[in-house]
């Protein structure tokens, strides 16, 4: 069974830090893309922070500057570090895994971690 699990949420005060972990029991070599959504209540699914296998990234505009996405592939795992955390960051944060074609391009998601940001 595929397992996609998220770590690190937490609550923090605005301007506070938190490092998100996603690690996967997928090998690296299977994976395309890894990214970050996250879900405030009320709101829709949005895409935080992507990384594709050959380490291309790409940021929503409210987060460039202040989130870094990384990964190891070492350890099937991509990072999500969080700086100058505001209060409209506070959401569940997904984690999500896709497959390259050969692959069938299968794309997994994980549990979420809270992050609450308090003012």
């Known amino acids: 069974q595929v397992q996609v699990v998220e770590s690190g949420g937490g609550l923090v005060q605005t301007g506070g830090s938190l490092r998100l972990s996603c690690t996967t029991s997928l090998s690296s070599v299977r994976i395309a893309y890894m990214g970050w959504y996250r879900q405030a209540p009320g709101n829709q699914r949005e895409l935080v922070a992507s990384?594709?296998?050959?380490?291309?990234?790409n940021y929503v505009e409210s987060v460039k500057g202040r989130f870094t996405i990384s990964s190891d592939k070492a350890k099937n795992t991509a990072y999500l570090e969080m700086t100058s955390l505001k209060a409209e960051d506070t959401a569940v944060y997904y984690c999500?895994?896709?497959?390259?074609?050969?692959?069938?391009?299968?794309?997994?998601w994980g549990q979420g971690t809270q992050v609450t940001v308090s003012s």
């Open positions: 990384i594709t296998s050959g380490g291309s990234t």
């Open positions: 999500n895994v896709r497959l390259t074609s050969f692959w069938g391009r299968a794309e997994y």
